[in-house]
């Protein structure tokens, strides 16, 4: 049994930003599923989006965050976050050597898709996660417990439906209760519900879930981006391909040469991300190859280190001037409904990054958007929590008699990710979603009462079944196409009946009752 003050779940850059900036006097715990260094952040090639740029002003930023986001976005989200990213950048650039600059000493800014200035700052070339996370890790104080590989799984409520902490499980199987009087997600999408993903492999929507199980509101499930460009050889995806590669000149092609996206946006390559991972789906799907053509790009593996790394790998031959791409799975829009500091419908529950929806990215994020958020929350929750967290007041479990009902048959955790694919991908219909929610509802996980005897790829399967039915009963209910949320049966964009009006999920009543704890709170 541990007690924090503040408990962290996840080691992303929100985490991490939200760690580094608590006060010395509040205990702080972060547990991560894997390693701090395999966070999704920490693989980000991309880098962070503000109007610094002389030319550049806050107000065209939100613009394209809006018009990207296709006007689903929380105005009052989009126009705090986005005002507040030149500070955000000029904090953490003042600090240290983490992003890149030109020889005058001045921020180098990159161009991705859908942005109408240059106002992408890197580090690193095509590494900025990696520097980001270093340099907050450099920041975290003595307050601060790090355990890693520590599987967190059940969220622990009180008697007045307050979140007091966590049940977690460790590799050797060994179960730990964490109280904490404040409980924050940070645990990221649901990227690896699918075949092709640029996710790390521990992003397997595990917070939503725990979330949803608990009794928080999910909302906009449905918006799932999916990146244009992953490295696809033999049938596989091999990692991400920047946009910023696109925002050096590169352009989609297929094995012929023909350029893609002539005609089919003013922005041609650097078209919203859903509009050109459609179109590359498109090709794909009548038996063309895409490759993005690199060649007029010079010192390309000066400017994109990273990339080449992950080419040369895995046996391409960049001179060739060409990488072969497909589309995957890249972030969530939706999760746990939260306002601008992070707070859930939960008391004593938060939610940050990707995990979260503030409303910021809308029906499809703006490239860069992500990191940004991530900053602009874990410090904005710190301000909250310096100021009013209340310290060292815990629960205590009195574990009751518990009786291990027989498992559910669970489904192979790649047959789950190729059904959400090809039924709840890229292009969605009527048909293969409605088979989709018959084929989830067959396991019939919400009637799992309780999870401690279930190994770690058993619960992951679980939490990946209970997200990918958030996703396809969203996706079901939503028949318009916004975003990253494409129906082939009604392919337009419905102003009148769809236009800012969200899904919110929460769990039954009757639901909520068969996953009751058999543990009794009690107070300290």
């Known amino acids: 049994m541990t007690n924090s003050d503040v408990l962290i779940l996840g080691s992303g850059i929100a985490a991490l930003q939200l760690a580094s900036l608590l006060n ?53 989200a989009v126009e705090q976050i986005i005002n507040a990213a030149p500070g955000l950048i000029t904090f953490i650039s003042e600090q240290g050597s983490v992003f890149d600059k ?11 898709g859908a942005h109408s200035e240059k106002r992408i700052v890197h580090g690193g070339g095509d590494a900025t996660g990696k520097n980001v996370v270093e340099f907050l890790i450099t920041k975290l104080k003595e307050n601060v417990t790090i355990d890693e590989n520590v599987f967190a799984y059940e969220l622990l409520l009180d008697s007045k439906k307050t979140c007091i902490g966590v049940k977690a499980k460790e590799q050797d199987g060994t179960i730990k209760y964490h109280y904490s009087t404040n409980t924050i997600l940070a645990t990221g999408g649901c990227g690896q519900l699918f075949t092709y993903t640029s996710n790390a492999p521990t992003v397997n929507g595990d917070g939503i879930a725990m979330a949803y199980r608990a009794g928080a509101e999910i909302v906009d499930m449905e918006f799932i981006q999916f990146h244009p460009t992953l490295l696809y050889l033999n049938g596989e995806t091999k990692g991400l391909i920047s946009e910023a590669v696109r925002g050096e000149g590169a352009i989609l092609v297929t094995d012929d040469g023909t350029p893609i996206m002539e005609g089919v946006h003013p922005l041609k390559d650097l078209a919203p991300r859903h509009v050109v991972s459609q179109k590359i789906y498109d090709y794909r799907k009548n038996g063309y190859n895409v490759y993005l053509d690199i060649s007029n790009i010079e010192n390309f593996k000066d400017r994109f280190p990273s990339i080449t790394s992950i080419c040369e790998e895995n046996g391409l031959q960049l001179s060739e001037g060409r990488i072969p791409v497909a589309p995957g799975s890249h972030f969530l829009m939706g999760g746990v409904k939260t306002d601008l500091a992070g707070r859930t419908s939960i008391k004593g529950l938060y939610a940050i990054g990707e995990a979260a929806c503030t409303g910021l990215h809308g029906a499809n994020r703006l490239a860069s958007n992500s990191l940004l958020e991530g900053l602009y929350m874990g410090k904005k929750l710190s301000k909250w929590l310096n100021e009013s967290a209340y310290k060292q007041i815990h629960g205590k479990m009195q574990i009751g008699p518990y009786i291990q009902k027989e498992k559910v048959i669970l489904p192979d955790t790649q047959q789950i990710k190729d059904y959400m694919m090809e039924r709840v991908g890229i292009v969605r219909d009527a048909v293969n979603l409605r088979k989709q929610k018959a084929w989830l509802d067959h396991f019939k996980v919400h009637q799992i009462d309780n999870f401690d005897a279930y190994s770690f790829e058993e619960m992951t399967q679980i939490f990946m079944l209970i997200t ?57």
Do not use: C
């Open 102 to 112: 030109n020889h005058n000493g001045e921020l180098l800014l990159g161009m991705e």
């Open 24 to 76: 010395k006097d509040l205990n702080v715990r972060i547990l991560t599923k894997g390693k701090v260094r395999t966070a999704n952040s920490y693989l980000a090639q991309g880098g962070i989006a503000a109007a610094i740029g002389k030319h550049d002003h806050p107000s065209k930023h939100i613009a394209d965050t809006l018009e990207a986001g296709r006007y689903h976005n929380n105005q009052e």
């Open 468 to 524: 990918a039915n958030l996703i396809t009963e969203s996706a079901l209910k939503r028949t318009e196409s916004r975003g990253g949320h494409y129906r082939s049966d009604f392919p337009a964009e419905d102003h009148l009946h769809w236009l800012n009006k969200t899904i919110i999920h929460k769990i039954s009543k009757e639901m909520e009752r068969n996953h009751e704890h058999i543990e009794t709170a009690l107070a300290t």
